[in-house]
Protein backbone atom coordinates (compact mmCIF):
# COMPACT_ATOMS: atom_id res chain seq x y z
CA UNK A 1 0.00 0.00 0.00
CA UNK A 2 1.58 3.44 -0.62
CA UNK A 3 -0.15 6.59 0.20
CA UNK A 4 0.11 10.12 -0.13
CA UNK A 5 -0.69 13.21 2.15
CA UNK A 6 -0.15 16.57 4.09
CA UNK A 7 2.95 15.23 5.47
CA UNK A 8 4.47 11.64 6.02
CA UNK A 9 2.29 11.15 9.28
CA UNK A 10 -0.95 11.24 7.55
CA UNK A 11 0.65 9.55 4.65
CA UNK A 12 1.33 6.92 6.92
CA UNK A 13 -1.96 6.69 8.59
CA UNK A 14 -3.57 6.46 5.61
CA UNK A 15 -1.66 3.50 4.75
CA UNK A 16 -2.65 1.53 7.65
CA UNK A 17 -5.97 2.61 7.71
CA UNK A 18 -6.21 0.84 4.32
CA UNK A 19 -4.67 -2.01 5.24
CA UNK A 20 -7.24 -3.04 7.65
CA UNK A 21 -10.15 -3.43 4.68
CA UNK A 22 -7.16 -5.71 3.40
CA UNK A 23 -6.84 -9.61 4.39
CA UNK A 24 -5.78 -12.80 2.96
CA UNK A 25 -3.96 -16.23 4.50
CA UNK A 26 -0.39 -15.35 5.72
CA UNK A 27 -0.88 -11.85 5.01
CA UNK A 28 2.14 -9.95 6.35
CA UNK A 29 3.15 -6.49 5.95
CA UNK A 30 5.86 -4.32 7.97
CA UNK A 31 4.36 -1.79 9.91
CA UNK A 32 7.59 0.24 10.93
CA UNK A 33 7.82 2.14 7.11
CA UNK A 34 7.27 5.94 7.46
CA UNK A 35 7.62 6.54 10.87
CA UNK A 36 11.86 7.14 10.38
CA UNK A 37 10.72 10.16 8.77
CA UNK A 38 8.20 11.92 11.33
CA UNK A 39 9.66 14.61 13.70
CA UNK A 40 10.35 12.68 17.33
CA UNK A 41 9.29 14.16 20.80
CA UNK A 42 11.59 13.90 23.06
CA UNK A 43 10.31 11.63 25.97
CA UNK A 44 9.03 13.45 29.02
CA UNK A 45 8.39 16.36 26.95
Known amino acids: VTSFGES ?3 AVNT ?3 VLEYIE ?3 MY ?3 DIGYEFMP ?3 KGV
Do not use: A, H, K, W
Open 29 to 31: YRN
Open 8 to 10: IEE
Open 24 to 26: FDG
Open 40 to 42: QTP
Open 15 to 17: SLD
